[in-house]
């Protein structure tokens, strides 16, 4: 998956634009609060049907304008061409379009463009709390296989009904004995969901840790393993994983043992989760472990130094392409925001020579200094300046 060209217009600060990218390394140059970031913003926005930094669509749009549109000439692997693009305006309006024909579902477009984001905020990977980490690892296993979303998003649905159920009666709001039977059908219809979930969070981590670890190696020139390691809260998962290895992963679906195991640890707990008035397990506080030398080394959730920390999930972000294209046969479009930032020199040096092998990558620096005398092949580079994108020669320019 490539991007080729790019045209935009209304996004943020950004100057009409008509842009050709290079099929690998692509280098976005200017001051902080230039431009470059709403660049890659665009860029990604058909990812995820939304921006990569959470802002609402119509802040989007530039201050002046009514609207936005951004097309984009896709490049499947295989060589096929694809035309989408996607317009928004202040009303809440959003056009969307695949080869000139409207789709209607933002799903049907979503999606259709593979990428990878870091950007600096991606270093809490793993220093923040769990959550980050559990989203990176749904995110992961969503892409590679749907009926994971599936069970996921059902997952999520209905432990919202049971934590209400339990917040109700609490409250004196709903008869014990009802409730009780209810929380009953809850925690099956839970446990139904939770074992295929916490099976594929166990095999996203098994799947990653190769990747991870050999860009780790290369990045931080360490002989020292990386590992990233499934935590789940349920013991009867637990269990399941570590006596089951792959075997267990394998048929994530269906595994109507755990399942059970599942329901009754659940059904196990019920009496503290009506005192507390909230659910007390479950893979909703699941957790990854990051390690350093190996599956005893150095946690470093909460021991890792600035930089071991940021090397780690640069290595952990970076793997998850190579994690769908193994799986799935897509390589993603990469984008890179920032990323050297706070890389020592040695480090820097490494990245690049990843990121030239990498597939397409977009990488935006504010620092000329990083990348001074980095020439890959095919390299295309912008400076952007108050929102006008204008091109680097090649000989050159760089200042
Ligand atoms: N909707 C918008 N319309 C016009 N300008 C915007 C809009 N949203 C953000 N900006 C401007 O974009 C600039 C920040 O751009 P950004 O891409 O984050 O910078 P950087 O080059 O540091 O990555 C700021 O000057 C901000 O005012
Ligand atoms: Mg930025």
């Known amino acids: 998956m490539r991007i080729v060209t790019a045209r935009l217009s209304g996004f943020r ?3 009409e634009a008509a842009l050709a990218f290079s099929p690998g390394v692509n280098l976005v140059q200017g001051r902080n ?32 304008r009514d609207e936005l549109h951004v097309a984009l000439e896709l490049e499947e692997d295989a060589g096929a061409r694809l035309a989408c693009e996607f317009g928004l305006d202040r009303s809440g309006g959003r056009r969307l379009r695949i080869d000139g024909e409207a789709v209607r579902r933002r799903t049907d477009l979503v999606g259709r463009l593979a990428t990878v984001f870091f950007d600096p905020d991606s270093i809490r990977l793993v220093q923040g709390g769990p959550e980050r980490r559990r989203q990176f690892a749904d995110q992961g296993m969503a892409e590679i296989d749907p009926a994971y979303l599936a069970h996921l998003t059902a997952f999520q649905r209905a432990l919202k009904q049971k934590t209400g159920l339990l917040r109700d009666l609490r409250r004196g709001a709903v008869n014990g004995a009802q409730a009780r039977r209810e929380l009953a059908a809850w925690n099956a219809e839970l446990a139904h969901h939770a074992a295929p979930v916490s099976l594929g969070r166990a095999e996203y981590a098994a799947l990653l840790t190769p990747f991870a670890d050999r860009i780790h190696r290369d990045l931080a020139g360490t002989d020292q393993p990386l590992v990233f390691t499934y935590r789940p809260r349920l013991e009867s998962v637990a269990r399941a994983v570590s006596s089951g290895g792959d075997a267990g992963v394998e ?10 195991d599942v329901s009754a640890e659940m059904d196990y707990i019920v009496g503290s989760e009506i005192q507390r008035g909230r659910p ?3 893979p909703q506080l699941d957790d990854f472990e990051v390690r350093l030398g190996g599956p005893d080394g150095l946690d470093l959730r909460t ?21 769908l294209d193994r799986r799935r046969g897509v390589r993603p479009v990469l984008f890179l925001d920032d990323i ?14 990843m990121a030239s092998r990498l597939h397409q990558v977009f990488i935006a620096t504010a620092r000329p200094g990083d990348i001074a005398d980095w ?6 580079a912008w400076r952007v300046e108050a929102g006008r994108i204008t091109d680097i020669p090649a000989d050159g320019g760089a200042d």
């Open 13 to 15: 600060n950004l100057s």
């Open 33 to 64: 609060g230039e431009g470059k970031t709403n660049l890659l913003e665009a860029l990604n926005w058909l990812a995820l049907g939304r921006s990569h930094r959470g802002s609402r669509n119509e802040d989007l749009i530039a201050f002046d």
């Open 251 to 260: 048929n994530r679906s269906g595994n109507h043992a755990l399942e059970q």
């Open 280 to 282: 007390l397990t479950g």
């Open 303 to 323: 021991f890792g130094s600035r930089g071991e920390t940021r090397s780690a999930a640069i290595a952990l972000i970076l793997a998850r392409s190579d994690a």
């Open 340 to 353: 050297f930032s706070e890389l020592d020199r040695e480090r820097t040096r490494r990245l690049q020579e």
């Open 375 to 380: 020439r890959p092949e095919g390299l295309k």
